[in-house]
């Protein structure tokens, strides 16, 4: 998330090789660290404008990058593509990139990152594996028949596109949050305390973990980065009836008694 201190050694030196890198990247101060130490850098956050084009959406956005980094392949260039936290979680122009770059026979890889998640855990002090996890976009939890446990950890991404499904604004309404807390209101308490979270990009930046009540979120301020972040309601209740069909089980022989096979 904070390109020039969280990125990997062997990140920076494909970074620093490539004969061009292309990124979409907000933070002025990732753009200008990368301007820096790449041999050529070309910006396609402007492409984002096409939006205000009548009939084009994000998806149209997202082909028109991808497609110039392929245009920078197939003109026998070596390319890296750049993108803040890692680059295959909620950036489907990457996985599209290297999908046509593999089927047109050349090689592509992916490099992990440092994800806004990996952020989330160390500065809310979470451990995922505690309760479990659920993760998911926030539109998408919206409109499909999704299962939510109560006693497990539930993380919503992009709650400021709450129910936008035109793909073609980047906002959401006081309305739209209102039927995204209906929802989560038949798992969890209207009172239950949820933590409005945004990974710090930079050094000069305040991580925000501000933490309201589920039903405060529809007048909540939420920016691009927010992330929802809505602890455990409930204790984990044991499977009683699992324990005991485990408990039934033979204990199995220890290994020290077993005799080494002979082949």
């Known amino acids: 998330m904070r390109m020039a201190g969280q990125v990997t050694p062997l990140a920076q030196s494909y ?6 890198v292309i990124g979409a990247v907000p933070n002025l101060f990732t753009r200008n660290w990368l301007q820096q130490i790449a041999r050529e850098y070309i910006c396609v956050l402007g492409y984002y404008s096409d939006c205000d084009v009548d ?8 082909r028109r990058m991808a497609d110039t980094i392929l245009e920078q392949v197939r003109a026998g260039k070596t390319v890296c593509a750049a993108f803040y936290g890692h680059p295959g979680i909620f950036a489907c122009i990457s996985h599209m990139a290297i999908a046509d770059a593999r089927a047109e026979g050349f090689s592509a890889e992916m490099l992990p990152g440092i994800s806004a998640e990996d952020c989330l855990v160390a500065d809310l002090g979470l451990d995922p594996g505690r309760t479990g996890t659920q993760s998911m976009e926030t539109t998408q939890f919206m409109i499909f028949e ?21 793909l073609k604004r ?18 969890y308490p209207l009172e239950h305390p949820v933590i409005l979270y945004e990974a710090a990009t930079h050094p000069l930046e305040k991580t925000r ?16 980065t927010t992330t929802l972040v809505i602890p455990a ?13 485990l408990n039934a ?8 008694a077993r005799k080494p096979a002979l082949f």
Not at 233 to 245: C, F, G, H, T, W
Request: charged share 25%.
């Open 249 to 256: 089980l033979p204990e199995a022989p220890a290994a020290a």
């Open 209 to 224: 973990m501000d933490t309201i009540l589920l039903k405060d979120l529809p007048s909540a301020s939420l920016q691009g």
């Open 170 to 187: 980047f906002d959401t309404t006081a309305a739209r949050l209102q039927v995204l807390v209906d929802k989560l209101a038949r798992d």
């Open 146 to 166: 999704r299962r939510i446990d109560p006693t497990a950890l539930l993380i919503l991404w992009q709650p400021f596109l709450a129910g936008e499904l035109t």
């Open 233 to 245: 309601a409930y204790p984990l209740k044991l499977d009683q009836a699992i324990v005991d069909q």
């Open 55 to 62: 009939g084009k959406n994000r998806r149209d956005t997202y």
């Open 15 to 20: 970074i620093e090789t490539a004969d061009v």
